[in-house]
């Protein structure tokens, strides 16, 4: 497997922007589950969209969150696939891998320990790379909670005080859950060229 590299923040953090930049400027090999690097990869497209508005939000109500898990489980088997299939030189680097959304399912209440320990057994990254950037820098990002799913905040209505509150909540999670590993934090909030320079300086890629 060719040596990989996590890029984990908080929502709206700028992750996907930076990603983006990374392949399309720099080459970098880039595993998403986001449309722009999935390729012919229907049910995972699928599965992602559905993943919110037909699974999570009916944990405990329609269906248990063992199976609601499930649904986000063929995601995260896609990403840990794409690693391996990976070759030639690196870096390949992976967005937030299943650091995010073990960390976020479970502050919601959405725990299944089986599913998450299997996770676990999925190959490490070199490190990771964190873009920090403070909840209420996120909030306005978010267009003031406009843009933010329920994957995003607490309570059934989205809310500055519970958007706040789970961003806050799920750094900690997600520090936590990498605590073990090589840690690059990088302000979030610095020019987006500046930004991305301290990401390529991070895992070693050619700039």
Known sequence: ???FWTLLGPDFAGKSTALGRLWDEHGVQVVSHDDAFLGDRPLVSALRRC??????????????????LSVMHPVILHQRDELASRTGPGPVVIDSYYYKPLAACALL???????????????QPEGVVYLDVPPEVTWE???????????????????EEGFIRMQTDLRARMFAEVGDLPLTVIDGTADQDVVLAKIIS??????
């Open 1 to 3: 497997m060719t040596p």
């Open 51 to 68: 993943w919110i508005d037909d699974a999570l939000v009916w944990s405990g109500k329609r269906y248990t969150p063992e199976l609601v």
């Open 109 to 123: 209440g959405v725990s299944h320990e089986p599913t998450f320990d299997y996770w676990r057994s999925f190959p």
């Open 141 to 159: 990002r978010a267009g003031r909670g406009t843009l933010a799913s329920a994957f995003e905040h607490y309570g059934p209505e989205v809310t």
């Open 202 to 207: 991070a895992v070693g890629a050619t700039s």
